[in-house]
């Protein structure tokens, strides 16, 4: 257990594989003073139990943010490229600044000033990290709400962007939305 002046930063992402919609990153530095139960990989999690751990996170946490980088900047940089950017952004965001920033995946973001250290599968190791893909999670799914009202032809709350049979079938009755990654080869090829 790390000492309270050693605080570790968990950074994850969500949304690297829809076809719509920003790739948002989430950076949380929870308090070793008050552990919170029941932290994993938010895909293991209904979406109640996310709900109130994101309340939980919010209120417990030393530090949290959230950062995303636009659908432009993916169709710009590339999914991967965009995916460190907004995570870097989430850490450079926190209003404390972590010793460590342990970041979910193998691959780490652009913070030279940092000590990075990427944690394959991180998610279901690291209560940090658990509680950044928690964060980034419930912060994208409430995004997809929003692009549905905005577009309801295309069912973004069933399907969060992700390229299910029905978001496929609706992106070829309806043509490619503005907030559609035009990068991805299900939308590029409708172009």
């Known amino acids: 257990m790390a000492d309270s002046s050693f605080l570790i930063a968990g950074v994850d992402e969500a949304g690297r594989g829809p076809l719509a919609g920003s790739v948002v990153a989430a950076a949380v530095i929870l308090d070793p003073q008050q552990p919170i139960a029941g932290l994993t990989d938010s895909k293991k999690l209904n979406e109640k139990k996310r709900i109130a751990l994101e ?104 399907h969060k962007g992700y390229p299910t049979k029905l978001h496929r079938e609706l992106l070829q009755q309806h043509g490619v939305s503005p907030v559609h990654r035009r990068s991805f080869r299900p939308v590029f090829e409708l172009l």
């Open 55 to 158: 309340v939980e996170i919010q209120q417990r946490a030393l530090s949290f943010a959230v950062a995303e980088a636009t659908v432009e900047e993916i169709d710009d940089i590339n999914i991967l490229h965009a995916s460190m950017l907004a995570m870097r952004r989430a850490v450079l965001a926190l209003d404390v600044r972590p010793q460590l920033v342990q970041v979910d995946g193998n691959r780490e973001p652009d913070l030279p000033d940092y000590q990075v250290e990427a944690i394959v599968k991180g998610d279901l190791t690291e209560a940090c990290i658990s509680a950044a893909s928690i964060l980034a999670k419930q912060y994208r799914d409430r995004q997809m709400l929003e692009l549905d009202q905005q577009y309801p032809e295309y069912q973004f709350a069933r």
